[in-house]
T-cell receptor
Framework: ETGVTQSPTHLIKTRGQQVTLRCSSQ?????VSWYQQALGQGPQFIFQ???????GRGNFPPRFSGLQFPNYSSELNVNALELDDSALYLC?????????????FGEGSRLTVL | GIQVEQSPPDLILQEGANSTLRCNFS?????LQWFHQNPWGQLINLFY?????KQNGRLSATTVATERYSLLYISSSQTTDSGVYFC???????????WGAGTKLIIKP
């Protein structure tokens, strides 16, 4: 039990639709990172939020966007869904210090795009 | 960018056996973490270990930063240890972890 919660746990969308995934960070943590994990691969960094601003971004197009709220919870939004967006989306919380810090992950949201 | 290589890619052991998983990285790092991903997808933080040695029960890890590798030791394996073990590193304070491809561990009863 990491204290990081994500919702929904599973969802199915069709190509072209939009999706919002939610994450509540561990108590005391002020930073949220999002990762995409395709089947059989390691996670890929999407972006990180600190003080309600995007603090770093991986190689993902602008249709992947996010928000962080004053209580440090976060949302990941994906517009114009494509089939390749089918993956496990993982949220991690940490305490910002030097670099990323120690990450604690939620159970993930498994997205299927048909 | 930094490269992270894990070995072996797959490992099948009997319950009670010991194992050593290796992570090599191509450049200096600020951060190295070991994770266990269970069959349901949950990533569990095992160790935050940019250098030195740590132990937690049957698991221990050592990172030799000057030689750019880290080792994860699992002793007296249990079936619940099955899953994928990932090594992830951060370089240059760019706020992202770079992940290895993982070691898939199967512990047979």
């Amino acid at each position: 039990e990491t204290g990081v919660t994500q919702s929904p746990t599973h969802l199915i969308k069709t190509r072209g639709q939009q999706v919002t995934l939610r994450c509540s960070s561990q108590s005391g943590h002020n930073t949220v990172s999002w990762y995409q994990q395709a089947l059989g691969q390691g996670p890929q960094f999407i972006f990180q939020y600190y003080r309600e601003e995007e603090n770093g971004r991986g190689n993902f197009p602008p249709r992947f966007s996010g928000l962080q709220f004053p209580n440090y919870s976060s949302e990941l939004n994906v517009n114009a869904l494509e089939l390749d967006d089918s993956a496990l989306y993982l949220c991690a919380s940490s305490l910002m210090g030097l670099g990323t810090g120690e990450l604690f992950f939620g159970e993930g949201s498994r997205l299927t795009v048909l | 960018g930094i490269q992270v290589e894990q070995s072996p890619p797959d490992l099948i052991l009997q319950e009670g056996a010991n194992s050593t998983l290796r992570c090599n990285f191509s450049d200096s790092v600020n951060n190295l973490q070991w994770f266990h991903q269970n069959p349901w997808g949950q990533l569990i933080n095992l160790f935050y270990i940019p250098s030195g040695t740590k132990q937690n029960g049957r698991l221990s890890a050592t990172t030799v930063a000057t030689e750019r590798y880290s080792l994860l030791y699992i002793s007296s394996s249990q079936t619940t240890d099955s899953g994928v073990y990932f090594c992830a590193v951060e370089a240059d304070s760019n706020y992202q972890l770079i992940w290895g491809a993982g070691t898939k561990l199967i512990i047979k009863p």
